[in-house]
């Protein structure tokens, strides 16, 4: 995983960076990385913005941070059953880039615990969602599956209650209902929403009442909106 910027540096300084990728350092840098161990490569230009794309605006630095260690869900979940309360994000099929580095940006905003997304057919963490995500991503426990539904079966398992979002005349007024203490919410695809599959294994659909002319908000204003009453009534 790849941070970008001077500040993404400094604040991981703490963290396990593998190795840090840099073009015309400023001694204050150097003297960085040499005071905290850090082992770090000075790229010449044509190396340095080949690689890294300069839309990222990484001020010639590039961090990159060692993997989480590989564990599972349910050993994560063992790892915190003393926890009273527990608030999960899945994320079904998230096709841009600027949506899921927002998403991740509101769950680290509000606490939470875990998010979980799929392998495929969503779009993974890269350089521009760590760079939406405003470094959310370093701080968050994530789970990167193959199967949604097993993950669900091993959350409900857990005790924990499934409230996804989505359009219909069956979903109830987020606002209106109860959140258990053990919460997961699942938000969807940008324009298909949560697939039928994973609604099926849901517990409550839930939807954000519109004033407007409009049908739904974009999903990630969509996520903040539910996160914040969920853990209002969660806290």
Not at 122 to 137: D, H, P
């Amino acid at each position: 995983m790849y941070l970008f910027g001077k500040k993404a540096l400094f604040d991981n300084l703490d963290k396990q960076i593998k190795k840090v990728y840099i073009y015309k350092p400023s001694n204050e840098i150097l003297t960085t990385l040499k005071k905290n161990n850090v082992s770090y490569e000075i790229l010449k230009n044509d190396v340095f913005f080949k690689t890294f794309d300069k839309r990222l605006n990484h001020q010639n630095i590039a961090v990159l941070l060692n993997n989480d260690d590989d564990i599972s869900l349910k050993n994560y979940l063992n790892s915190i059953r003393d926890q009273s309360k527990q608030l999960i994000l899945i994320v079904d099929s998230i096709q841009d880039p600027q949506n899921f580095g927002a998403i991740l940006r509101t769950a680290e905003g509000f606490g939470v615990d875990a998010v979980i997304y799929k392998k495929n057919n969503q779009v993974q963490i890269n350089e521009l969602v760590n760079k939406a995500s405003m470094g959310a991503t370093v701080n968050l426990k994530l789970f990167k599956v193959p199967n949604l539904v097993n993950e669900i079966n091993v959350l409900k398992e857990k005790g924990f209650w499934v409230y996804a979002s989505c359009l219909g005349e069956t979903s109830h007024d987020y606002s209106k209902v109860k959140y258990d203490n053990k919460t997961v919410l699942i938000v969807g695809n940008e324009n298909n929403g949560i697939s039928p599959l994973i609604q099926k294994h849901s517990d409550f659909k839930i939807k954000i009442r519109m004033f407007g002319k409009i049908q739904s908000f974009n999903v990630s204003v969509s996520t903040g909106i539910l996160l914040s009453e969920i853990r209002k009534q969660i806290n």
